[in-house]
C-alpha cells in the first residue's frame, strides 16, 4: 500500500511538472507509466520455501493459500508469509504434582508444525503467535494431568512411558486447532530440594542395608567353614585314636615309633623308674 500511494506521488509530481514546464503530454505519460509500474511492483511478490502465503485483502482473510515461488496478487492486499515447517517451542518451568503430593518441575520441548492448507484459519483466529495462545496452555495442561497419575518415583523410572503419554494428549488438545505435534522431550527433570536431598538419603540406607547383608552373609558362610574343617579334624583325631586302641595302643604307639627311628641312640636315657639320667656318650 505504501509503495501505491508513493509512486501515486511521484506520479502526480511528473505531471504538475510537466504543466509547470509546459510538457504536459511527456508528463502526463512519465506519470502513468510510474503509477502502472508501482502497481506492478506491488503486486508481485514472493513466498519463501517451506512456507505459505495468506492474502488479507482490506482486513478479509482469503481462505486459499499461495504456495511457494512468486505470484501476483490484488495490489490493495498484504501477504502474510507464514512458516510450515518443523518448528521448536519451549515451555520453561513447568510444574506439577506427582499422585503422591511431590512437586516435580521440568521444562518441556515440543516440535510442531502448522496444516498448510488451514493456515489461513489459524491467522484468523490466533494470528502468528500460536505458541503462546495455543501451545503453552496445552502443554501445560497435559503435562499436569499425566503427572498427577504416577509417583515421583515412578515419573523416573517409567520417563520415557510418561513422555509418550503427555505427547499423545497434547496432540489431542491441539488437532482441532490444525497443529501437528511431532515430539516432545522432558528437560532439566526435577524434584524440591528437600525431596531430591531426601532420595539421596533413602539411596545412601538402601546401600548400607544391601552392604550389611552381603557382610552378614559372607560371615556366616565363613563360620560355616570353620566349623566344618573343625568337625573334620575332630573326627581325624577320633578315628585316629580308635586305630590305636584297635591296634594295642602303647604297643602300637611303640611300633610306630621304631619305624620312624633313624638308627641312631639317644646321648641321654631315663633310668627305669628312679628317674635317673644316663650319659650314653663316651
Same mark, same amino acid.
Given at each position: 500500500?505504501?509503495?501505491? $500511494?508513493? !509512486? /501515486?506521488?511521484?506520479? @502526480?509530481?511528473?505531471?504538475?511538472?510537466?504543466?509547470?514546464?509546459?510538457?504536459?503530454?511527456?508528463?502526463?505519460?512519465?506519470?502513468?507509466?510510474? !503509477?502502472?509500474?508501482? $502497481?506492478? !511492483?506491488?503486486?508481485?511478490?514472493?513466498?519463501?520455501?517451506?512456507?505459505?502465503?495468506? @492474502?488479507?485483502?482490506?482486513?478479509?482473510?482469503?481462505?486459499?493459500?499461495?504456495?511457494?515461488?512468486?505470484?501476483?496478487?490484488?495490489?490493495?492486499?498484504?501477504?502474510?508469509?507464514?512458516?510450515?515447517?518443523?518448528?521448536? %517451542?519451549?515451555?520453561?518451568? /513447568?510444574?506439577?504434582?506427582?499422585?503422591?503430593?511431590?512437586?516435580?518441575?521440568?521444562?518441556?520441548?515440543?516440535?510442531?508444525?502448522?496444516?498448510?492448507?488451514?493456515?489461513?484459519?489459524?491467522?484468523?483466529?490466533?494470528?502468528?503467535?500460536?505458541? =503462546?495462545?495455543?501451545?503453552?496452555?496445552?502443554?501445560?495442561?497435559? !503435562?499436569?494431568?499425566? %503427572?498427577?497419575?504416577? %509417583?515421583?518415583?515412578?515419573?523416573?523410572?517409567?520417563?520415557?512411558?510418561?513422555? =509418550? #503419554?503427555?505427547?499423545?494428549?497434547?496432540?489431542?488438545?491441539?488437532?482441532?486447532?490444525?497443529? =501437528?505435534?511431532?515430539?516432545?522431550?522432558?528437560?532439566?527433570?526435577?524434584?524440591?530440594?528437600?525431596?531430591?536431598?531426601?532420595?539421596?538419603?533413602?539411596?545412601?540406607?538402601?546401600?548400607?542395608? /544391601?552392604?550389611?547383608?552381603?557382610?552378614?552373609?559372607?560371615?556366616?558362610?565363613?563360620?560355616?567353614?570353620?566349623?566344618?574343617?573343625?568337625?573334620?579334624?575332630?573326627?581325624?583325631?577320633? $578315628?585316629?585314636?580308635? /586305630?590305636?586302641?584297635?591296634?594295642?595302643?602303647?604297643?602300637?604307639?611303640?611300633?610306630?615309633?621304631? #619305624?620312624?627311628? =633313624?638308627?641312631?641312640?639317644?646321648?641321654?636315657?631315663?633310668?627305669?623308674?628312679?628317674?635317673?639320667?644316663?650319659?650314653?656318650?663316651?
Amino acid at each position: 500500500m505504501f509503495s501505491i $500511494i508513493l !509512486f /501515486a506521488v511521484l506520479a @502526480i509530481g511528473v505531471i504538475a511538472a510537466g504543466f509547470f514546464f509546459a510538457q504536459r503530454t511527456l508528463g502526463i505519460i512519465g506519470g502513468a507509466v510510474l !503509477f502502472v509500474g508501482g $502497481i506492478l !511492483f506491488s503486486s508481485f511478490t514472493v513466498i519463501s520455501a517451506g512456507h505459505t502465503g495468506v @492474502i488479507v485483502t482490506l482486513g478479509e482473510v482469503n481462505p486459499v493459500t499461495l504456495t511457494e515461488g512468486w505470484h501476483f496478487v490484488n495490489p490493495v492486499s498484504s501477504v502474510k508469509d507464514v512458516n510450515v515447517q518443523l518448528q521448536k %517451542t519451549q515451555l520453561a518451568g /513447568a510444574n506439577a504434582s506427582t499422585k503422591d503430593l511431590q512437586v516435580v518441575h521440568t521444562d518441556i520441548v515440543v516440535q510442531y508444525r502448522l496444516h498448510a492448507d488451514k493456515v489461513p484459519h489459524i491467522y484468523k483466529e490466533f494470528g502468528l503467535n500460536v505458541d =503462546d495462545k495455543v501451545l503453552a496452555p496445552a502443554i501445560n495442561e497435559a !503435562f499436569k494431568s499425566v %503427572t498427577a497419575h504416577y %509417583t515421583s518415583e515412578e515419573l523416573v523410572t517409567k520417563r520415557q512411558i510418561v513422555s =509418550d #503419554e503427555i505427547q499423545t494428549l497434547l496432540t489431542a488438545k491441539v488437532a482441532p486447532f490444525n497443529i =501437528d505435534v511431532s515430539g516432545i522431550s522432558l528437560v532439566n527433570f526435577g524434584f524440591s530440594a528437600e525431596y531430591q536431598k531426601a532420595i539421596e538419603q533413602k539411596v545412601i540406607a538402601t546401600q548400607q542395608t /544391601a552392604k550389611a547383608e552381603q557382610d552378614l552373609a559372607r560371615i556366616k558362610v565363613e563360620a560355616a567353614s570353620r566349623i566344618a574343617q573343625a568337625e573334620g579334624e575332630a573326627k581325624a583325631i577320633a $578315628i585316629q585314636a580308635s /586305630a590305636i586302641q584297635s591296634n594295642g595302643g602303647a604297643n602300637y604307639v611303640q611300633l610306630q615309633w621304631i #619305624e620312624k627311628w =633313624d638308627g641312631k641312640l639317644p646321648s641321654t636315657v631315663l633310668n627305669g623308674s628312679n628317674g635317673m639320667m644316663l650319659n650314653m656318650g663316651k
